[in-house]
């Protein structure tokens, strides 16, 4: 079993930045990929980034691309979503997945709030 735990969310005004963290315990050694994903208010949760733990290649959305950057740091099991140029759009919840494949991201934090302001 994995535990995820998100922190670094807040209130920020237009073209802020800030940086969210999840770390991850327990059994990290069946997790091969690290996610994040939003959910807006009224709104499906979307994906946003993801990194493979081992080789670090990374993919995103479109709406992030050019401005949030996901990163790891081995030593600690933990992944970051660093968030530049935010948008009012970027308004949700952010929540960090993780799981042994894409396809089955099983394992989620409980979200961390961030809001944009116009």
């Known amino acids: 079993q994995v535990q995820l735990v998100e922190s670094g969310g807040g209130l ?11 770390a991850a315990s327990g059994r990290t050694f069946s997790t091969n990929v690290m ?12 994906f946003v980034a993801r990194m493979f733990w081992s080789a670090g290649s990374t993919t ?10 996901i990163s790891r740091d081995k030593a600690s099991n933990t992944v970051y979503l660093q968030m ?12 960090c ?6 396809a089955r991201m099983d394992t989620w934090g409980k979200g961390t709030l961030v809001t944009v302001s116009s």
Do not use: H, I
């Not at 530049?84 to 929540?95: G, H």
């Not at 997945?97 to 894409?102: C, L």
């Open 60 to 69: 995103y959305a479109d709406s992030v691309k050019g401005r949030f950057t």
């Open 84 to 95: 530049n140029s935010l948008k009012p759009e970027d308004t949700a919840v952010y929540y």
């Open 12 to 22: 920020v005004q237009a073209g802020g930045s800030l940086r969210l963290s999840c």
């Open 97 to 102: 997945a993780a799981g042994a494949v894409v």
């Open 35 to 46: 996610g994040w994903y939003r959910q807006a208010p009224g709104k499906e949760r979307e």
